[in-house]
């Protein structure tokens, strides 16, 4: 999401007398549910509902016709029950039916909403929908998985927008924006070039990360024909799909079927699906399904009573509270076992507790031993979470399951995130080349990295490059394209691709599991516009025209991940193997050289050379004699070689890699 990250900053309160007027305070004595049968179960028995409200005084539930603009048919009040929990049933199955629940609190009836554990909702996710999941299921669904990985590190995760991907009109896709839009072959850009499904297969990446895509609040689902763009920071509903990517928002088994057919057909495809995750604001406050369930409760407030706001969007959720940890743990395990989802990227991570996410990895891994989790190691404002339990990057090591975005390596790459000018690494600056390799060992610690000189961290926070996700552009900030045009003003754009390629390189080749961003590899822009979040189609959506014009840089960037899934020595999983098989030369400004050793995690190469001219001069190297197959050189690159070469004094092109590697 589109938030500045803020380092750690400093705890708030912890003095008796503070904690006592902590408003929040009361909370820790609400009774908490962790049964599976929350808000509605459908079974043999008929319709039976269980809202947790602790401190509502009466509760009314209203079961209607439609989705929305209509009458209840019935209202039923309901009745206290156990652990703060209030109960309703009717002998029917009500398949069809769609319900709201509403509270009286301090005397006073609140708005209506579909709670919090709506699974499936009508348009604009107003009420709450009764549908029979077993007719949601595509054929052969029973049989779906995800790859096989062993580790995290080996996945190639490829971050994308349903519209940004689908929408143009070169895509050649019918449903264009839609979950489905993934589901069809065969489709191409004016050129024949495929795009896609196709394109993502041929890319060679082994898992798509997709924004977010429960059910958020800013698209207008009854009025599609507007064209709202957004990227869905905004939660609503957090356990059903977005309708606005269904055919049909306003039949909510519409959209629960043709997600799981978008998820099918990758998994078909061998790629894995990875959800971000948005649990740690709502799109409203006072209005949120939170707010109306148990106001106040799932919310982090300051010692004035009013919401704190560690995500810069109005409000922070509170984790560390029983049955706010228990809905994320309850919902991510939900996703994964209802839609067999790959993998989860927690937005502004650290406004959970280190807890919590410990819990969601430990569940995740009961579901699917495969199951990854990554997120954002930073908040984006203070909290009162003391900065010891929040789940930060420098926090990662307490955190064993799961890996955070690696900030260190994107900023000294290709320049701060902050200032469009500042270029980076790639792009010609000198002084980065240790935090370069801060990136390059996983962040892990290592004998050669002096990690007192790197520019964000100034201490090996990662206990194993499995921690570690690598990047240099995603959904945030300037993407790649944008980023060089304004740090390299006086350049070509056959220069910035170069230094694209560069860029890609390095984070292809370092430990930990790289991470591109949608449109990367065929050098699209977004206009310039740094925060596009609800930016139209017109800065957004990917123009598949660029297959072919940039079909140069798409080739090396399949060759780059062709390369990289080859070799496990780029993927190895523990901080001492990096530390014995990477082996540094003496950096030199504007230069890296390192080299793996000794056939690393099972590799067919013994050694295998890698040389980084981020500098705008040809340098010259020395690599030890052998025989040698060059992999990537000046610019280009070829998973199984460019040639041969002896070794010794070595070129290496300006702004490029030089890459060879030798069975013994
Ligand atoms: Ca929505």
Redesign the pocket.
Known sequence: MKILPVLASIALCCNVEAMAENPDSKFLNYPVYNGDDLELTVDNVGTRWRLWSPEAEEVELYVYPTGRNSSPEKTIKMTKAENGTWAASMPEKLYGKFYTFRIKQGGKWLKETPGVWAKA?GA??ERAAIIDFSKTNPSGWENDKGPAIKHITDAIIYEMHHRDFSEHPSSGIANKGKFIALTEHGTTNPEGESTGIDHLKDLGVTHVHILPSY?????D?TNLQLNQYNWGYDP??YNSP???YSTN?SDPTVRVREMKEMIKSLHDNGIGVIMDVVYNHTADNDDSNFSLTAPGYYYRHRPDGSYSDASGCGNETASERRQMGDFIVNSVKYWAKEYHIDGFRFDLMAIHDIETMNRVAEELKKINPNIFIYGEGWTAGDSPLPVEQRALKENVAKMPGVAVFSDDIRDAIKGHYSDAADRGFATGKKGLEETVKIGIVGATSHPQVDYKKGNNSKFPYAAAPTQIVNYVSCHDDLMLTDKLRKSMPEATDADRKRAARLAQTIVFTSQGTPFMFTGEEIFRDKKGVHNSYKSPDSINAIDWNLRHQNAEQYEYYRQLIKFRKAHPAFRMTTAEEVAKHIKFDKTEPGLISYTITDHANGDEFKDIKLIFNGSSSPRTVKVAKGNWTVIAEDGKLNADGLGQSKGGNLIVAPRSALILGRVK
């Open positions: 909702v604009n996710g059910d958020y609040n800013s698209v689902e609503l509903n977005e309708g606005s928002p």
